[in-house]
């Protein structure tokens, strides 16, 4: 299918090259380019071509461990902010973006499945302890209440569909129906002031804006067996007012207008996003984390532009702020819409004033992630993971690089991985990177043959989460020239896991006479690579009873050795 596809996109190039203006100049002979010898294919490029095949044997794998014959998850389904319905399908939901760059008709086929699936059964899911789930966690197949990180997780997947299925009417259907919830067009969900141009609370869906506090319920569920009760939101329930991370649901008019051409949702998107710019100016360029419901900043927390829940001082106990979850999204937006570049400046004097406020230690810049009564706080270099502050900071950095090619932009962006290779065209970046994509798949499979998870136990547990056998984000970056959208909200522990490649090492190849999965001995080999390793863990192990262990008294594997039985 990807040769079938290459070919076409040959011809289309030669026929429109004859059709315009490749003929002949008047009173020259034409030219004539004779192509005689084949060329041998680059390494990079067979190791794409490898990627792409296995990333959909990684799809059938996981699928095959993970759902039923509906599409359902083979797990409880749980209402809450540690194993809700946005986890089910949130550590995979790079399959359709898999299948977008080139991968086989088999990964959308069972994305479409497991998505079929995840709205029916979240859909008839039901937790008696919160008013927002008692009667189903989903209605109209879209989440009643919640805040837009976990909304936004789960509808990821179901935006990059639109990349390989945008005629599908389900599709345009579900984009309009969900584009109205937040548009005044469904009676039962009043989720917007279009008077004050506000969305009036954290917490909004399919029945409307949720204008009481939040419970612990509301947060997290029942208290299911063997759990103890959950102290992380008992100061978080003031949900009141807008928040930045309701700029995410612009991604929802956004696709509308992309599929329907319909302005309508263009100018909904401008009016809510213009509002909210006009707002951050107003505040010196700081983006306020919560707007009263009567419009003005830091209503509901007492005047203080950094109030409110996953804000600038977020109230939870896991101190998260989420101030750039929803802003680059909605912004990035506005900025395809219109080609305004003021809407990438919005952002960057964000960034512009936690530079302002940063220190210098031992060399390192530590920006500011918070900010309350004592000004700024929290300094962080990024490179570590700050628990809950501005995570995605360096993403939103290379966003704002990749929009406008600004050179103070790329000044601030570390000079390794991809944007290392953008700058310095390392002829061998490509291959590594690609390579570091089949080793993460084959690391990704060890741990799914590994995981001896039931329906039920542990609690709290998303089943198939960490173990998703599918890498995009060489594929992103390699092919379309882009930061890769996965990255932004992806689940730490999976991301970036391969160090090798950041220390300019490429995947460690088997040793000489390793136990390969099926109990065969496979002798060192020069041509063996992580690919190969991926094929033969997806392939050989993937058969009734078998299990993958570890084997820590035999010889090392490529870093582990692995043992069907």
């Known amino acids: 299918m990807i040769r079938q596809r290459a070919w076409l996109l040959f011809c289309a190039v030669v026929v429109c090259g004859l059709a315009f203006g490749s003929g002949p100049v008047r009173g020259q002979s034409a030219l004539v380019i004779s192509i005689s010898k084949p060329m041998v294919a680059p390494a990079w ?34 209402w809450g902010i540690e194993d809700g319905p946005d986890d089910a399908v949130e550590s995979i939901r790079n399959w359709p973006i898999a299948h977008a760059l080139g991968g086989p008709e088999s990964i959308i086929e069972r994305w479409d499945r497991a998505w079929e699936g995840h709205l029916d059964q979240y859909t008839n899911a039901k937790d008696p302890s919160t008013e927002l789930a008692k009667d189903g966690m989903y209605y109209k197949e879209f989440p009643t209440a919640y805040d837009w990180e976990h909304i936004g997780e789960g509808l990821g997947p179901f935006y990059w569909y639109g990349l390989s299925r945008p005629a599908d009417q389900r599709y345009a259907n579900r984009l309009r129906r969900w584009s109205g919830l937040y548009m005044n067009e469904d009676p039962e969900a009043k989720n917007y002031d279009a008077k004050l141009k506000i969305i009036p609370s954290l917490f909004n869906g399919s029945k409307g804006a949720k204008l009481t506090n939040n419970t612990q319920e509301d947060w997290n569920g029942r208290l299911l067996p063997g759990t103890k009760p959950s102290t992380r939101f008992l100061k978080a329930t003031n949900i009141l007012g807008d928040h930045p991370l309701n700029l995410a649901a612009t991604n929802l008019a ?6 329907t051409q319909d302005v309508k949702y263009k100018t909904w998107l401008l009016e809510y996003v213009d509002a909210w710019k006009t707002r951050i100016a107003a505040n010196g360029g700081n983006i306020p984390s919560n707007i009263g419901r009567n419009g003005e900043i830091g209503g509901e927390w007492g005047g203080k532009w950094y109030g409110g829940v996953f804000g600038w001082s977020s109230a939870d106990e896991g101190v998260r702020n989420y101030v750039l979850r929803g802003p680059p999204e909605a912004f990035g ?3 395809l819409l219109t080609g305004d570049q003021g809407y990438t400046q919005v952002l960057r004097k964000q960034v512009d004033n936690l530079y302002a406020n940063k220190k210098v230690e031992a060399g390192r810049v530590l920006l500011p992630r918070y900010y309350g009564d004592q000004g700024w706080y929290g300094h962080h270099d990024g490179e570590k993971g700050s628990a809950g502050g ?3 900071l360096r993403e939103v950095e290379t966003d704002i690089y990749l929009w406008a090619l600004q050179p103070g932009d790329l000044e601030r962006l570390p000079k390794r991985e991809w944007i290392g290779y953008l700058t310095s065209g390392d002829a061998a970046y490509p291959l590594a990177a690609l390579q570091q994509g089949l080793s993460e798949i084959q690391r990704a499979a060890v741990r799914l043959h590994a995981d001896t998870s039931t329906s039920d136990f542990p609690p709290h547990h998303t089943r198939g989460s960490g173990v998703n056998p599918v890498a995009t984000e060489a594929l992103v970056n390699l092919t379309l020239g882009a930061n890769d959208p996965w990255l932004r909200t992806r689940p730490v522990a999976a991301a970036r896991s391969g160090a ?7 995947p460690r190849r088997a040793g000489r006479g390793c136990r390969r999965p099926g109990g065969e001995n496979y002798p060192r080999r020069p ?3 992580a690919g190969e390793y991926a094929s033969l863990l997806l392939s050989k192990c ?4 078998g299990r993958l262990r570890r084997a820590p008294d035999r010889e090392r594997c490529g870093g582990r050795t692995i043992l069907c039985r």
């Open 390 to 392: 501005l995570t995605n």
């Open 254 to 259: 956004f696709h509308a207008y992309l599929v």
């Open 333 to 335: 937006n506005a900025l």
């Open 45 to 78: 490029a067979l190791a794409e071509r490898r990627l792409l095949a296995l990333n959909a044997e990684g799809v059938e794998l996981w699928a095959s461990k993970y759902l039923d014959a509906n599409g359902y998850l083979l797990g409880a389904a749980n």
């Open 542 to 545: 993937d058969r009734p009873g």
């Open 500 to 506: 090798s490649l950041r220390s300019g090492q490429a």
């Open 527 to 529: 041509h063996a690579d």
